[in-house]
């Protein structure tokens, strides 16, 4: 298992040192090393330095070490797997998809790489040529966050080699294991010196912005939390550089009076569940039409309090304990929160005793002006709002600053449509608990964030476009 930074290929010690915890029970898992401020900046000029000749490399050269990475990090599917539900505590059925989600961005990057498109073209006037073409950004800082440490580390490292950028990775210090396995893959499927570096400093704040001032570093790709992305994008407009921010959902999710019932108890569990609800796709508002509540609400509550909570390793188990006592008492506050404004808990909503940062899964039935609805709930909590008609329902749903993901069910696919197009989100899901795919492009609008990543988009985000214009 690797502990230490990664800089310029060299598995190198840091400044200080930290524990990460196995969530499930509050043991250490080990110690890693972390980084200080001359790491951080000896990874940027690693970065730098590295930049010219990475940039200036083929791109079925690159795109076959990202391929090398996607046959390595399958083939250890079950040792990765394993290894973030140790410091994340996410259950291993999860984290198995995850390793999956991951390693698709090291092929669909893969094939990217050789697909950049330019563009050569004659002037209207007739006087010039208009040359486009797209070179890589630069040095790129890459942060992530503890949710999904393999899927958000790939997501971002992958489309940025294969431009030719290098970089610089900052995981969360909660799942730092996960990143260090990434890049020891990569390092093995041949990326050269430099090119990828990993730190993890801590306090993150005071060294993010160090690197975010550093003349050498030209890119910023950030995955976290609204309220810290805001700082960031602060910091990036110092030296106004370039960002993508995938930040919070508040995800709504629509059950319309002609959806299948059962389905769509279904695509909860999954939109709601996966990743024990610690996702920003969660559906997090859940609006389902009056004639229908009584029905949904009673098998949707039934399958949750069916599900067996257990450390994340444990045979069978389906949900696993939250990243931290701090993060599970989060969410224990929201639900106090909801039922001081009125929630009525259908199942669950009891903290259990013990180690472990567990919180069982729960259902809130509220009405639509109850606290918890304007949060982002980072765990297994449901709160079911009732609607009467299609237009209450899209100004209930659209009543967010958040804008990532929506969920709509319907018997009619033109309806379902109609009301995916008036939903303000980046992205929607219809008849589906579930739609990221490394194929499609991801991000949200409003708070939600910036940029796009992955699908045809996710390169774009590090390269700049360059118009050439050729006398003729
Ligand atoms: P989450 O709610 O998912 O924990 P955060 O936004 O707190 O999201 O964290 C996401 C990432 O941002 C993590 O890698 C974390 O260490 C980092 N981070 C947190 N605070 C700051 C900060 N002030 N400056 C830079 N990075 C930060």
Redesign the pocket.
């Known amino acids: 298992m690797r502990t230490n930074l990664y800089i310029d290929g060299h598995w190198r010690p840091g400044s200080g040192s930290v524990s990460v915890y196995d969530p499930s029970d509050g043991s250490v898992i080990t110690e890693i090393q972390t980084a200080g401020e001359k790491d951080c900046d000896a990874a940027v000029m690693a970065a730098f330095n590295a930049l010219p000749k990475w940039s200036k490399t083929a791109p079925r050269y690159r795109a076959e070490i990202l391929r090398s990475a996607y046959e390595i990090m399958i083939s250890e599917v079950d040792f990765l797997a394993e290894l973030i539900s140790r410091e994340n505590g996410k259950v291993v059925t999860d984290a198995k998809g995850e390793i999956l989600y991951a390693a698709e961005f090291f092929r669909w990057f893969s094939e990217e790489t050789v697909r950049v498109e330019g563009d050569f073209r004659k002037a209207p006037s007739g006087d010039k040529r208009i040359l486009v073409t797209r070179q890589p950004i630069g040095v790129s800082l890459l942060?992530?966050?503890?949710?999904f440490p393999a899927g958000m580390a790939t997501r971002k490292i992958a489309p940025a080699i294969g431009a030719g950028c290098t970089v610089i990775l900052?995981?969360?210090?909660e799942t730092p294991l996960t990143a260090m396995a990434i890049v020891d893959i990569l390092e093995r499927a041949g990326v050269p010196k430099g090119v990828v570096n990993l730190v993890t400093p801590t306090p993150?704040?005071p060294m993010?912005s160090q690197m975010l001032h550093d003349p050498r570093v030209m890119n910023l790709s950030?995955t976290?939390?609204t309220?810290?992305g805001r700082?960031?994008l602060k910091e990036a407009s110092d030296r106004v550089i370039r960002c993508s921010m995938e930040l919070g959902g508040n995800a709504p999710f629509v059950v319309l009076d002609d959806a299948n019932i059962d389905e769509a108890v279904k695509g909860l569990m999954v939109a709601k569940m996966r990743n024990g609800g610690a996702a920003c796709t969660a559906a997090n508002r859940i609006y389902v039409h009056k004639g229908i509540s009584k029905e949904f609400t009673e098998k949707f509550a039934k399958a949750m309090s069916g599900l067996k909570m257990a450390p994340g390793r444990e045979a069978g188990a389906q949900l696993g304990a939250s990243v931290s006592i701090k993060e599970r008492n989060k969410i224990a506050e929201l639900v106090e929160l909801s039922v001081k404004t009125g929630a009525i808990v259908e199942t669950g909503g009891i903290m259990p005793d013990g180690p472990g940062a567990f919180y069982p899964p729960t259902v809130l039935t509220v009405d639509k002006s109850n606290e918890i609805l304007k949060y982002e709930v980072f765990g297994p909590v449901a709160p079911i709002v009732t609607f009467e008609s299609d237009e209450e329902v899209i100004k209930l749903a659209n009543e967010s600053d958040f804008g990532l993901i929506s969920y709509v069910y319907s018997g009619e696919l033109g309806r379902a449509i109609r009301i995916a197009e008036a939903i303000d989100s980046g992205m929607v899901a219809i008849n589906r608990g579930m739609i990221s795919d490394p194929a499609a492009p991801f991000g949200g609008n409003k708070q939600s964030g910036l940029g796009r990543e992955g699908g045809f988009d996710g390169i774009h985000e590090f390269l700049q476009t360059k118009y050439i214009g050729v006398d003729i």
Do not use: D, H, Q, R
Request: hydrophobic share 55%; glycine share 10%.
């Open positions: 942060i992530t966050p503890w949710n900052k995981p969360a210090i993150a704040g993010v950030f976290g939390s309220e810290v700082i960031l």
